[in-house]
């Protein structure tokens, strides 16, 4: 009988890198490129709009609604209908051109028309989730924090770097296990690596440049 197989760490540092020298031959929706991610009012937009949304009627909806409005004073200004026109066919669009109306006037008056820099505050926020937070602290204000969407939840239970049933989930074991410093650029490289390689039913593993290291957790197998 073999020796039971032995386990290694998942080489995280150096995936991470070769996603890094990947990134410039990939066609790019994340939402650090849809919006402004210099301007966190923006960027929290965006993430509303991309709630059950595609990337690319994301990236759209924002172009348009950035078109007419990229202030809270501006979007406040705004009737709702006139938000759902500029933001259609994002899923939801109704309810979400309400949630930023709401978000804007919100900000106006609680935050004195800037973007809050807790995740307490972020979270009152109407259609704030804790995907969406993360990313406005991390993207946004550059704080650091992880944040989850279907493409990251996806592929780090691909990788087997976790196992865990929900975004949520994944957020809360990737905060005990990625080194804070690549915190806030996980979402980027992720989700744009799952746009164009690691789809979410047909992956594209003969492109990967990380199959070596792909489900395996530093698994080996001994003689």
């Known amino acids: 009988m073999g020796r ?4 290694r760490p998942f080489p995280l540092a150096a ?3 070769r996603l890094r020298r990947a990134m410039p031959g990939f066609d790019r929706t994340t ?3 849809v919006s402004d991610h210099d301007d966190p009012f923006q960027l929290l937009c965006s993430c509303i709009i991309s709630l059950r949304t595609r990337d690319a009627v994301t990236a759209a909806a924002s172009a ?9 004073v501006a979007l406040a200004a705004l009737d709702e209908a006139t938000i759902a ?24 008056t609680e935050h004195a028309g800037a973007v809050p820099r807790t995740l307490p505050s972020l ?3 109407p259609g ?27 592929i780090a239970n691909r990788w087997g770097l976790v196992h865990t049933r929900s975004p949520d ?36 593993c003969s492109r990967c440049a990380i199959s070596d290291a792909c489900g395996r957790v530093g698994v080996t197998k001994s003689a």
């Open 123 to 125: 979270l009152s926020l």
């Open 128 to 154: 704030v989730g804790l995907k969406t937070a993360n990313l406005v602290l991390g993207l946004g204000h550059g704080i650091p924090a992880i944040c989850v969407d279907v493409h990251v939840h996806r």
């Open 85 to 108: 026109r500029a933001i259609f066919p994002a899923g939801f669009y109704r309810t979400k051109a309400r949630q930023l109306g709401e978000i804007a006037r919100r900000l106006l």
């Open 64 to 72: 348009r609604l950035f078109a007419v409005a990229t202030t809270p």
């Open 4 to 7: 039971a197989p032995t386990r």
């Open 169 to 204: 989930e994944s957020e809360a074991a990737l905060r005990a296990i990625v080194p804070r410093r690549n915190w806030i650029e996980l979402n980027d490289l992720l989700v744009t690596w799952g746009q164009n390689v690691c789809l979410p039913r047909t992956p594209r």
């Open 31 to 33: 939402l650090a490129e």
């Open 15 to 17: 995936v991470l890198r």
